[in-house]
């Protein structure tokens, strides 16, 4: 296989798992009912060296690569009681940017609206006494976002992509808690991959299951500010073009690092994280979040 291929298959792989279900400190807290929140979100990544099964690879186009990846995030979201047990759903509606750079300059970057999530969680047990919660939700991607098969960097994905998750939380000391999440992503498939998939006119991308789990600690220092860690095990997602499997199974194990505050005007999040180990694909050497988020 010629690097130039593993360029394209590595690329297929870049949006799976930048779009993985992270979850915030607390956010498999239960909400109160009769609620409506607005979160904006602005999100950068970069992602620098290659690495071909464990080995960074050095040779042409990958001397230098650098993909800057810049997100505007709308959340509108509004919890309820559905039989009794806590509740929620938003709307996600997203604008980006990717910007290749150093030796991968070469190719265009792209820009524009994303594609709109939809989803809903229920908390089958909440209890606010004992700090205990175990909550299940399901994510929908839509195919709307800003897509050209001409183009190796999209924005859009032009398919959909389904995601059931599982969530644990519970306090292991006083204002120390642990939180356990599961969530398994399922994918729709391309009929119009050309220019990622190297091929003159439009062919069929399909992906295997891609599955995160994520766990740590989150310490409230007080009424105002939160503060947590996060590690991530991303693994499966490897894709197939036409009738041919590409064998570039992404296992990543990366980290997430936030500090959340509570204000009367309302919530500000930070967060910093990156790769920690990477199988295949462009390493992942900083990921920053601001959030605010508003009651309405």
Request: glycine share 8%; with cysteine; proline share 5%.
């Amino acid at each position: 296989m010629s690097f130039r291929h593993l360029l394209a298959l590595t690329l297929l792989m870049l949006p799976s798992i930048s779009t993985a279900i992270d979850l915030q400190p607390n956010d498999i807290v239960a909400p109160q009912p009769g609620k409506s929140h607005a979160m904006i979100s602005y999100v950068n990544t970069e992602n620098t060296t290659f690495y071909r099964n464990g080995t960074a690879v050095s040779a042409k186009p990958y001397g230098s690569p650098d993909i800057n990846t810049q997100s505007e995030i709308l959340r509108l979201s509004t919890s309820y009681t559905l039989q009794g047990l806590p509740a929620v759903s938003y709307l996600q509606l997203p604008y980006g940017t990717i910007k290749p750079a150093g030796s991968l300059s070469t190719y265009p970057g792209a820009s524009g609206i994303g594609d709109v999530v939809l989803a809903s969680a229920l908390w089958p047990y909440s209890n606010r006494d004992t700090r205990k919660y175990f909550g299940m939700a399901g994510y929908l991607s839509l195919p709307t976002g800003s897509y050209n098969s001409q183009q190796v960097f999209n924005v859009g994905e032009n398919r959909y992509k389904y995601d059931v998750q599982m969530g644990y939380q519970q306090p292991i000391i006083e204002n120390l808690d642990g939180m356990i999440a599961v969530d398994t992503m399922w994918f729709g498939g391309n009929s119009q991959c050309a220019a990622a998939c190297l091929s003159a006119t439009n062919t069929s991308l399909n992906q295997k299951p891609l599955t995160t789990t994520q766990l740590g600690p989150i310490y409230k220092v007080n009424q105002t500010y939160t503060l947590g860690a996060s590690y991530f095990y991303v693994a499966g997602g490897a894709t197939t073009i036409g009738n041919t499997y590409q064998n570039n199974v992404a296992n990543t194990q990366r980290y997430l690092l936030s500090a959340l505050a509570y204000y009367p005007f309302g919530r500000i999040s930070l967060q910093y994280g990156r790769d920690m180990e990477i199988k295949n694909g462009f390493v992942e050497t900083r990921r920053f979040i601001v959030r605010y988020t508003t009651e309405f």
